[in-house]
């Protein structure tokens, strides 16, 4: 999302200390975090014709990345993973893409595993999917899952990464 324009508002002492706090345990910036309170606002606003000011139906928001990943099924030995490459990242879900010469069996209706590593990040990163969505694009498929079973750890990782 470009960010091209400024606004500014008057508020109390105590409203932008709870920001500046708040702010500080995500390890954002104050301005970060209001955009954010902001656009999760209107995309679950209703005005009085009921209509949305938003048209995204996600709970939250995507970021785009291009990250390196192993896809396979849950009970894969690893060298039975596929390389991919995950194109965006929420707190619910993930969108990659792998080759359509894959030799996982069928992505449809089943669980599988991803495991990656986010930027200046040494731990491994590995989450379950259920797939939502399976496109052909090339000589490519495009995956939409929804996230399944987040261990701790990941997602603490992911919390860290997305909120930054």
Do not use: W
């Not at 409203?15 to 390890?27: A, D, G, T, Y």
């Amino acid at each position: 999302m470009r960010k091209d324009v400024m606004i500014c508002f008057r508020t109390s002492e105590s409203v932008r200390e709870s920001l500046q706090k708040i702010s500080e345990e995500e390890r954002r910036s104050v301005s970060g975090l209001i955009e954010s309170l902001i656009c999760r606002y209107l995309q679950s606003y209703r005005g009085h014709n009921g209509e949305s000011v938003s048209n995204e139906r996600r709970q939250f928001e995507r970021k785009k990345v291009s990250l390196p990943a192993f896809i396979g099924a849950i009970d894969s030995k690893a060298d039975e993973f596929e390389s991919g490459v995950i194109q965006d990242l929420s707190f619910s879900g993930i969108r990659f893409s792998l080759s359509r010469a894959t030799k996982i069996e069928s992505l449809q209706n089943q669980h599988f595993c991803v495991i990656f590593t986010l930027p200046n990040e040494h731990q491994l990163v590995t989450v379950k999917c259920l797939p939502q969505r399976i496109d052909e694009k090339g000589n490519n498929l495009q995956v939409s899952a929804e996230l399944m079973d987040v261990d701790f750890s990941s997602c603490k990782a992911l919390q860290s990464y997305l909120l930054n």
